[in-house]
């Protein structure tokens, strides 16, 4: 708190001079509601600013009379006249309307977001303001707790492990894109959110698209899609800078300055930041960084070149594992136990740990080739470096280990280093090594839009991927021991392995993705509809330096190829003013992860791994008025052919895998969102989802072969009905955002979740007797914030605190089920209780 107040002290010592201030509100004319984030510029001049929360904006001016012109993507730019008389002007409401046509050009195309009462998909979208006095110390994904079908928790808790679901559906199987870029894993599907976990800083708009969504790659996600969008070209000129704390040693300090737009048209952004913290849970200590630099041209009146650079390298201690309820109860610490971490040399060791920095940059072009036709193309590169920490040798962390100070207590790591340092010649027993997945990835996006006829657009595109992982552990720390041995490698089979040496594996995955598609939209008065034609072809390459012998053609294997395809359509029909219904329906097929292709962890290539199967439809219906929006949508999805695997032996002994198709789930629901705004100073939200996502079909009698056809095995799986596992099927919340005193506004938000089945392994299911999986108890938070926005010396400057869970509940956020299927048998992670974030920014 000291930081900040000399912090606060130092900004206020400067002033700035004027002819005088013009002040108004920007209204969205639909809603007949503010319009955050809208840009306001003095005409002829660089001078500008950006609307508030409340769309209000204060601008000083240098002259007694001009004009404004005020702007926001997808609305109509206005322009209006100002005189200043005795100081100031206040120019009152300033309407802007929706500019379908920029709409289609630049968000749809270029960033795959959906259009209100125009795109025919479920959709929710939170802009900058909303997500810069809620977010916090929250993890980014939790921005979107309150969205129908959502559901966002911190895992084992450590900073940047969120998991984000939806639907029902694990993450690997949500599309995560930043700028229209996908960020997902190539070889397994996973967004890793430590990687973005400064994004906020400089997000201009977050959109999820549940279902097929609009996203303009060859082949969508199965649950849906999340468009993250950064600031950019338009940003006007000027800047912040901000501080905050929180619980448990949680500050953070950052800046942000943009040139604007300069007559010669080019703009850029910059943006930095640091936090750090001693974590929520034992042993999860953070010391994270963000970048963020933007640089863009306009090139006469068709070209645009856009570069962006971002990162956020960070450090922090891991919860790794999930832990009996009892084992809570019995700890010291509660629920914040994490047995992942002890002390060595009187510091703080983790155990369990990840340190990674994953820069995106992309160069984006943007042509109007004519007034029919325009071309967007993405350029982008990442470059990932780090891995997750662990150990290896003999186990020595078990919870009743006698190297803790005692039961569950930290582990002390100086006595292991007292026994390594006493074997000598004979090398540690136990070490620490990090899992590293380092990887260079390379790709581009085209898409080409022209107009057919006056109701008529074709839109074609290509999305071209290259990915190269390598993954490896290495020696961390010896812990006091000469060398580790390790004989894993057949080229070096007596290893005395040193702190950076590699050890256990050593492969590369590489991964080719070449794609296309097509699409039409038909727009005719109130009727918009799409269809849309999409293929891509994965390949997987494998090689293995530890398992074969550099001399063994079998070190490195062909590619594998896996062809998929995607048909959808949608429509939407706005037939009153306020009301309008959209349908959609799709059919695609998806390659197999990685791991399916490549078993046992060696080079064994399972060819015949099967594509997944989706069939996906939605029904939903829009109503707005100037006072209320609301959303009511029902879906429908059939996933076939989930990548199962099972493991066998061979008569001689050996591990065999086999494919096991049929194992098939259905996901749907019912979901309703609002907004309404009774009058200006009050804003009330609210959503349901009611969700009933179960395994399809039981799976038996399937009989499994070797590869000489030997029957070894039959495999039974009596899942069928059984409840989909990992996030809560029932969902709802209710939210008000209150202006009680000018420019100070209160928030609270009551999120509840039930219906929530532990997760579980299908393959454990062989007995037809087998009981339900393990049903969570149901709970509810609430989240409560306030916000005061004011002026102090010519600057703007604004205060916004949060508490989260504010009433201390205690929950379980995250079950892998137990051997008898119930709460006793049960790993969990706890949810957080009760925390706190306050922060102050000042804009220049």
Known sequence: MRKLLLLAMFLTSATIFAQGTITGTVIDSEMDGPLPGANVKVVGTNNGTMTDFDGNFSLDVGSAEGSIEISFVGYETKTVKFSVSGGTADLGRIILSPDADALDEVVVTSFSLAIDRKTPVAVSTISAAEIETKIGNQEFPEVLKSTPGVYANKSGGGFGDAELRMRGFEGENIAVMINGVPVNDMENGRVYWSNWAGLSDVTRTMQTQRGLGAAKVAVPSIAGTVNIVTKTTDAVKGGNIYAATGNDGYTKFGATVSTGKTEGG????????????????????????????????????????????FGAPQTHGQRQNRYLIETYRESESGIRFNGDWGYMNGQVTHIEDNFYHKPQMSLNHYWDISEKTELSTALYASFGTGGGGGWAGTNKFGLNSKYRDGYLEPVNLDLIVDENVTRGAQGSETILRASRNDHNWYGALSTLSTDLTEDIELLAGVDLRYYKGKHFQEVTDLLGGQYFFDDSNVNDPVNLAREGDKISYYNDGIVLWEGGFLQAEYTKSDFDAFVSLAASNTSYKRIDYFNYEDSNPLQETDFVNFFGFQAKGGANYNFTKSSGVFANIGYFERAPFFDAVFLNFQNDVNADAPNQKIFSTELGYTFRTEKLRANVNVYRTQWNDRSLNYSYNNPDGSLGVANILGVNALHQGIELDFE?????????????????????????????????????????LFIEDTKVGGSPQTTAGLGVDYEFIENMRLRANYNFYGDFYSDFDPVSRTSPDTPEVWKLPDFGTIDAGLSYDFSIVGFDAAINGNVYNITDTSYIANAQNGLNNDARTALVWYGFGRTYSIGAKLNF
């Open 676 to 716: 309404y705004r009774p009058f200006e100073e009050l804003t009330v939200t609210g959503f349901a989802s009611l969700g009933d996502w179960t395994w399809s079909d039981n799976v038996t009698g399937v009989q499994i072969f070797d590869e000489e056809q030997n029957l070894v095995d039959e495999v039974n």
């Open 266 to 309: 080019l703009a850029a952004t910059v943006s930095a930041s640091k936090t750090t913290g001693n974590g929520y849970v034992d042993g999860t200590q953070f010391d994270a960084y963000n970048y963020f630099i933007n640089f863009a041209k306009e090139f006469g009146e068709d070209h645009e070149l856009s570069f962006t650079a």
